[in-house]
């Protein structure tokens, strides 16, 4: 659940959730189901509803975290 429908209220509870340092997530992206892959901002963050269900991959590169929110 976030507390803020915002692209800074997910990483706060994706970096709480997986006891991530949030200044090591660099990008937030999303896949869809026909597997388009789009940059994650507030706007896609406010339009999703609660019962939204994603897998997250982690990648790392150069000490950076990127997610990957893919719908399931």
């Not at 915002?6 to 597997?35: F, H, M, V, W």
């Amino acid at each position: 659940m976030l507390r803020t429908p915002t692209l800074a209220g997910l990483l706060q509870a994706i970096s709480d959730k997986y006891n991530l340092p949030s200044e090591k997530i660099c990008r937030i992206y999303k896949r869809c189901k026909k597997g388009i892959l789009v940059n994650m901002d507030d706007v896609m963050v406010k339009h999703y509803t609660n019962e939204d269900t994603f897998q997250i991959d982690f990648t790392e590169q150069g000490g950076l975290l990127t997610l990957t929110l893919t719908e399931i």
